[in-house]
């Protein structure tokens, strides 16, 4: 019997969703639930689904197992909480929810249930980054120093009044940090360690949005490596994204999703052509990593392990963006808890 798997909201990402669902032998796509029924109807079409706009009706469903939460960022805790109610597994688009006090309810609620709950971050998916954090984690560059992180990125204007919601703080509750830069945040977190304190400036320079375009950042962790970071969605053309690690042994630069240099001798470099598509555009062509993300949550669910990436790690990245918000906000030295 393959497990059904509905689908929570309908906008690009919801595409992607859908042909992960397809593709995974042990799955079939159970219905997509969205407040704009005539957004969802092409994809319903495509995959031979139904299109449901009450949630009760939708939960109803006696082959349906688990979800997938496409929906805005601002609703994923209104979303969870109904399908942990109806005791659904649950695989959530990042960023679980976009403030700590949110994503502390869902861990309150998520312990009332034996259920599995993913949090999508592809690109600790991607070969090359296991191959990245290996060289780190290995310790052949010697004593961790400093990391740079950039996420110079650029979305024009129809990006954000295409869907009102990104860049709002009430669905959104940030831009460029908590939509486009999290992702690599999500890394750099994985490969160095928890932050100790911050400094940080954010600003909006030429978007018409509530959250923020450009962000800068210095960080210590507390393991004593001290980095930077810039972020935006205002740097044009758009760059890809990077992060730059120094040790006492060596350094090594993970660009675009590859790594692109490494000082360590023997090391084979190969040449790289393509550039990170995201740095320029939130069309998604390549979904292997994010089949891989849901090849994990499907395999926890049949054999009873846990998702790469849970709570307790997805709230780590949005701890470390809220933050750097109130670092700027207030323009003192934020200390982590």
Request: glycine share 8%; aromatic share 8%; hydrophobic share 35%.
């Amino acid at each position: 019997m393959k497990l059904g798997i509905g689908i929570v909201g309908s906008g690009a990402i919801a595409k992607v969703h859908a042909a992960c669902i397809e593709a995974q032998p042990n799955t079939s796509i159970s219905g997509i639930l969205t407040r704009n029924p005539t957004n969802a109807a092409s994809l319903a079409a495509e995959y031979n689904t139904e299109v449901y706009t009450n949630y009760r009706e939708f939960y109803k469903q006696k082959k349906l197992h688990g979800v997938c939460i496409c929906n805005e960022s601002g609703l994923h805790g209104e979303s969870i909480s109904k399908a942990i109610h109806a005791k659904k597994h649950i695989l959530c688009e990042k960023p679980l929810e976009t403030t700590i006090p949110k994503i502390e309810a869902i861990l309150v609620q998520h312990k009332m249930y034996s259920l599995k709950l993913g949090v999508v971050f592809q690109n600790r998916m991607n070969p090359e980054y296991k191959k990245f954090k290996q060289c780190i984690d290995s310790g052949q560059l010697g004593d961790i120093l400093l990391v740079n992180t950039q996420i110079n990125w650029y979305r024009d204007a129809m990006y954000y009044k295409s869907n009102p919601w990104r860049g709002s703080m009430a669905l959104d509750r940030g831009a460029a940090l908590i939509n486009q830069g999290i992702h690599t945040l999500d890394l750099l977190l994985d490969l160095i360690g928890e932050v100790k304190s911050l400094g940080a400036k954010i600003d909006t320079k030429v978007h018409e949005i509530e959250g923020e375009d450009l962000v800068v950042a210095h960080l210590t962790f507390k393991n004593g490596v001290l980095g930077t970071l810039s972020a935006g969605t205002c740097l044009y053309p758009g760059y890809p994204e990077s992060i730059y690690v120094y040790g006492t042994k060596g350094s090594i630069t993970y660009e675009g999703g590859f790594i692109r240099s490494c000082s360590l001798p023997n090391w084979k470099q190969k040449e790289i052509q393509n550039k990170s598509q995201g740095s320029q555009t939130a069309k998604l062509d390549n979904t292997e990593l994010h089949q891989a993300v849901f090849n994990d949550f499907v395999n926890a669910i049949l054999n009873d392990t846990q998702p790469l990436v849970g709570i307790e790690e997805a709230r780590k990245s949005v701890a470390l963006i809220q933050a750097i918000y109130k670092a700027s906000d207030t323009e003192e030295i934020i200390k982590l808890e």
